[in-house]
């Protein structure tokens, strides 16, 4: 199953709790505030997915 496939079940995720130093967490207050992200939570998700793409198994 690929990372994909993951994405495509909706309804299955699992809440996490992360912990982010006042600088990161205030550059990330910034892009979300220039617009380029909708909120935190959307900043974290795409930060995510591009190191799991990145880091994916070749089929």
Known sequence: MGVRDLR???GDSEKIT???GFIDLGQ???LVHEGFYSNRTDFIR???RN???THAMPR
């Open 51 to 53: 190191q799991l793409t």
């Open 46 to 48: 795409t930060a995510i």
């Open 28 to 30: 990330i207050d910034l």
């Open 18 to 20: 992360i912990t982010l």
């Open 8 to 10: 495509s079940k909706a």
